[in-house]
């Protein structure tokens, strides 16, 4: 059998930020080779393991005390001790994006990167230990009720969930659609908590939006010419990009045949609340605004093994005529990242915005039994001047923070910034 056919795993971009409406197939990027039933044959105690029967003494200790007097102890099961055990195996390894599932959450996993779209429609992540936002999808119940990209999660139907693992905040905020999910926020500049009840619904995920701004303001009679879409040449022309599907690319194309068609060489594509999804998307996208050859990002394995560079396909349509600004914060994430740092680091666009969340690790699903599996941390994503992503996100060119004012004004501040640095390129 090939090996690569030996080695199964699901390749996720990014960590463990999660759809809460379960659409994790957002984050799934390409399988290595499909999720099969692992060997049964006994597997031997790797040779790097140098552990003593001493050390693994209190951990039997431990389990006879558990059997003798634990109240519940005529209830355990065995198997789902040593799932525990290997839950606290993973997690000692100290990264919130690494999780083993057992046969459950395992078969619910799997039923999430086919495609079920039902749920509160955000992701969240951990950063800083917190569990957090990543994004509200665009008009998904979490937008509706609120939710804001950085907002902190500290209780889930008034249970505290400060040191609880992201699987596990999702496996509580979950759920069919129509019933409800209290969830308790803590959000930057505000005094007290935030509470909001949530009805789970089925969740439609927009992925682009186009619009056309003026430039310019005319005076008098002014007049100037037109492309072929109605659009002044001195205009803006914005796409909106909320997430990266497989369909993203092809998506994006066709607005860009728009944006060429209006004649106008400004353009802005707002990257706000995008939490990513798949890297080919990004790739291929990332490859419209620079020569073939140019590093896009780079999967570095650590040492352990020989690390991966995407660079651009050359596709280049613009030349430097082109004026572009990308609008981040911080629930631009994952692909989002990916897109935005190697356009920024290539000197094709500025960030307006806020500092991007940081989400830049890459994650295998690997099946250990036949219900069960590991999503285990494999490599980080590095933009190509070698900066990764996970330790500080990317820091905008020019930072717009948004104020309470703002919001109540529903003023979009960053928006505003990107137009008037655009209408002072000619």
Do not use: C
Request: no cysteine.
């Amino acid at each position: 059998m090939d090996k690569s056919k030996q080695n199964k795993a699901i390749k996720f971009i990014g960590g463990l930020i999660i759809l809460l409406f379960v659409f994790f197939a957002g984050q799934y990027i390409g399988q290595k080779s499909s999720l099969s039933t692992p060997s049964t044959a006994s597997i031997p105690v790797p040779e790097d393991i140098n552990v003593t029967s001493d050390q693994f003494e209190p951990f039997w200790k431990v389990w006879r005390i558990l059997s003798e007097k634990y109240v519940a102890a005529t209830t355990t099961d065995s198997q789902e001790r040593i799932w525990g055990a290997i839950q606290g195996l993973t997690a000692s390894q100290g990264d919130p994006y690494t999780v083993f599932f057992p046969p459950e959450e395992s078969a619910m996993f799997k039923s999430d990167i086919s495609g079920n779209f039902e749920g509160v429609g955000m992701e969240i992540g951990q950063k800083d230990g917190i569990l957090t936002v990543v994004a509200p999808l665009k008009n998904s119940p979490a937008e509706l009720a609120g939710v804001k990209a950085g907002d902190k999660i500290i209780k889930i139907d008034g249970q505290t969930v400060t040191d609880l693992q992201v699987d596990k905040a999702v496996k509580l905020i979950r759920g069919p659609k129509g019933t409800p999910v209290k969830i308790t926020f803590i959000r930057d500049g505000l005094n007290q908590q935030i509470e909001r009840t949530i009805v789970r619904g089925v969740i439609d995920i927009p992925t682009i939006q186009t619009e056309i701004k003026e430039g310019k303001p005319t005076s008098g009679s002014a007049t100037s010419t037109e492309g072929a879409l109605g659009l002044r040449k001195d205009g803006i022309f914005v796409i909106r990009l909320f997430s990266f599907t497989s369909q993203a690319s092809y998506l994006f194309q066709n607005a860009l045949r728009e944006f060429i068609q209006s004649g106008s060489h400004k353009l802005i594509i707002d990257l706000r609340g995008n939490p990513g999804g798949y890297l080919d998307a990004a790739w291929d996208m990332s490859s419209w605004f620079l020569p073939v050859g140019k590093v896009i990002v780079t999967e570095d394995f650590g040492g352990k093994n020989t690390n991966k560079i995407y660079r651009s396909k050359g596709y280049n349509i613009f030349g430097k005529d082109l004026d572009l600004i990308i609008l981040v914060d911080a629930g631009s994430a994952s692909a989002s990242e990916i897109f935005a740092g190697a356009l920024q680091e290539h000197g094709i666009a500025k960030l307006v915005g806020t500092k991007t969340f940081g989400k830049g690790s890459v994650q295998e699903l690997i099946p250990i039994t036949a219900d069960t599996s590991l999503k285990v941390t494999i490599a980080s994503w590095l933009t190509p001047n070698g900066h990764n992503l996970s330790q500080e996100g990317l820091t905008p060119d020019v930072e717009v923070k948004v104020t309470a004012k703002d919001i109540d004004s529903k003023t979009d501040a960053a928006m505003d910034k990107a137009v008037e640095i655009l209408r002072k390129e000619d």
